[in-house]
């Protein structure tokens, strides 16, 4: 890695990985591949933003919401069909049809990114 940081990566993911473990263990009896599943983005965003801070220490980023609004609208349509349609309750419909919304909205705005 760069920059000589790699004790600082050792300590964010050895943090991430107790957050991970933690959480599994508190929340897996009760609440069981959900909060696997829970647990693993949670420590998977506390990587991603204690990085995000570590390469603003050293790059300029700029934040362009013109070019993530398309994302976020599409992930916006993907959660309102998974969770406030009977289509959730059917994976591989969900899948499929979640992938051909995401992938219109992504297509339809294609002109953000070209």
């Known amino acids: ?3 000589n940081r790699q004790n600082y990566m ?3 993911n050895s943090i991430a990985l107790a957050i991970n473990g933690l959480g599994n263990l508190i929340f897996l009896p009760k609440f069981g591949i959900i909060a696997a599943a829970f ?3 949670v420590s998977a965003a506390f990587v991603f933003f204690m990085l995000q ?3 603003r220490n050293f790059f300029t980023i700029t934040w362009n919401a013109k070019l993530f609004m398309p994302i976020f609208l599409a992930n916006i349509v993907l959660a309102i069909e998974f969770f406030l349609t009977p289509i959730g ?3 591989l419909l969900s899948v499929i049809l979640g992938a051909i919304s995401y992938l219109g909205i992504i ?3 294609r002109k953000n990114y070209l």
């Open 39 to 41: 647990t693993t983005i």
């Open 1 to 3: 890695m760069a920059k």
């Open 107 to 109: 297509l339809f705005f």
């Open 53 to 55: 801070k570590e390469i």
């Open 89 to 91: 309750e059917n994976f």
């Open 10 to 12: 050792l300590k964010i």
